[in-house]
């Protein structure tokens, strides 16, 4: 496991999320485990980070502790199926030990908790014929008060429950009250802290994938021994529930729906990580890789990888690049057949700019080429959207760096792109056999990758 030995690799990705709201998810059972001090350590460094956190706690664990301890038989574990009168009574008392132990382990890491109500909700009713009595519905996250609390330095500590104003009081699951938070709260990251590591397709090997879920797996970085998939899009994280659910552990399935959820409401980031691991919390952040499972929202979403069909779109947007000099000359045959290296941008379905990214992989080297934006979108941010998008596609092949050729628009890479001179030398070999046959004398600008910055999925 990677672990956070040295300050400044946190501080490069601080101004990121400094004075963003992360929610943090956290299971019963994360409570009581031994790791449970370095997480409160790692909140500690959060908010001194000036990160504001939330926390959001399940009950679970306790509740089962609770259940066997009293010989009862609660009639619903997770708080989405019946409550009944007993049930309810467990769950209030399990909810509120976990409330105070959090409080009171913050207290302890000089963090200020504060435990209240901070959710209102109504009776579930009747669901498929059948009344669910004490189970709830979430009608409000109270944000006033909970950005309140954020705002004077407090952490709020939100637990699975909600009255609903007439003293009736309802239990909620915890990981819909997590979504529904951040959502709320319009937060930059909602971090699940689980007994899993992520999700993992222990039993689905990659040539039995297809589609969305196959790209997921061949694209991860380094593939774990137990099938981690450290990172997927939404399209990819739904296609996973959709056709391979039975791959993966029942309590992750529940919880990277609730991700697709979350992410659907606006949530940019959501990971799924075992919360036991030493320093997880702080590397799932503040590295490149992470420890487990990031869903997110597709960044890029006009930005999709180009197809045969778009060589005439492309060399109609490159053609007056090319009478420029600025790029080289490419016919639409030599297009069509590079294709799976270009990707555009579209506005209203139409391609309004491109680029191809070239792999050399026995050098890790990765050229970004014919970056051109229709001049009626200029100034619009998209050049530099495409630049982020071929390093992350370059970063997920494996490629440690970037390289390009520029007559004329070197300073915008520059300036832009954070590329930096180089010489022909840095050049792979077969690439340098062509600069040198070409004449062009194009300037060589490098940039390494392996940093994580600026990437897709960097600072995750």
């Known amino acids: 496991m990677h672990r956070l030995t040295d300050l ?40 001194s980070l000036r990160i504001g956190v939330v926390l959001v706690h399940g009950a679970l664990h306790q509740i089962l ?21 007993a049930t309810l009574q467990l769950a209030l008392f399990a909810s509120s030990r976990v409330a105070y132990e959090l409080v009171e382990g913050l207290d302890a890491a000089d963090l200020h908790g504060v435990s209240g109500s901070f959710l209102v909700a109504h009776p579930a009713g009747i669901l498929g014929g059948i009344d669910h009595q004490w189970t709830g519905k979430i009608e409000r996250v109270q944000t006033g008060l909970i950005q309140s609390l954020v705002a004077q ?56 994938a ?84 990031m869903v997110h929202a597709n960044e890029y979403q006009a930005i999709r990888k180009a197809a045969k069909k778009d060589g005439r779109a492309i060399l109609s947007l490159i ?14 045959a030599e297009i069509e057949r590079t294709a799976e290296d270009f990707f555009v941008f579209e506005v209203d379905k139409l391609p309004v700019a491109c680029a191809a990214v070239h792999l050399h992989p026995s050098e890790g080297k990765a050229e970004l080429a ?18 982020e998008y071929g390093e992350s596609l370059a970063r997920q092949a494996g490629m440690r760096e970037m390289f390009l050729l520029s007559t004329q628009a070197f300073n915008y890479f520059q300036q832009k792109g954070g590329f ?13 056999e062509k600069y040198d046959k070409s004449g062009r004398r194009s300037l060589v600008l490098v940039k390494r990758l392996d940093d994580g ?6 600072a995750r």
């Open 8 to 47: 400044r690799e946190i501080l490069r990705y601080v101004p990121r999320f400094r004075d963003r709201l992360f929610v943090i998810a956290i299971d019963g059972a994360v409570v009581e485990d031994e790791n449970f001090r370095n997480v409160l350590l790692d909140l500690a460094l959060l908010k």
């Open 65 to 85: 502790k609770l259940a066997d301890l009293t010989k009862q038989q609660p009639s619903n574990l997770d708080g989405s199926g019946i409550t009944d009168d």
């Open 153 to 208: 330095d407090m952490v709020p500590v939100v637990s699975p429950v909600g009255a609903d104003g007439e003293g009736r009081t309802y239990r909620l699951n915890s990981d819909h009250v997590a979504v529904e938070v951040a959502a709320a709260l319009k937060a930059a990251k909602l971090i699940f802290l689980s007994t899993l590591p992520g999700v993992t397709l222990t039993n689905l090997a990659s040539e039995k």
């Open 210 to 293: 297809s589609g969305a879920v196959k790209t997921a797996i061949d694209r991860q970085r380094e593939p774990s021994v137990e099938g981690l998939l450290r990172s997927l899009s939404l399209e990819e994280a739904e296609a996973v529930l959709a056709g391979h659910r039975a791959d993966i552990a029942p309590e992750l399935a529940s919880k990277l729906e609730q991700a697709v959820r979350g992410v659907k409401l606006g949530v940019p980031r959501v990971h799924l990580i075992d919360g036991r691991v030493s320093e997880g919390l702080l590397a799932e952040v503040f590295s490149n890789l992470g420890v487990g499972t």
């Open 319 to 332: 053609a007056q690049g090319v009478a420029n000099d600025e790029l080289v000359r490419r016919s639409r």
């Open 370 to 387: 014919c970056v051109c934006v229709d001049p009626r979108f200029e100034n619009r941010g998209i050049g530099r959207k495409m630049i």
């Open 420 to 432: 930096i001179q180089g010489s022909p030398a840095d050049l792979p070999v077969s690439r340098r």
């Open 453 to 458: 910055i600026g990437s897709n999925h960097g």
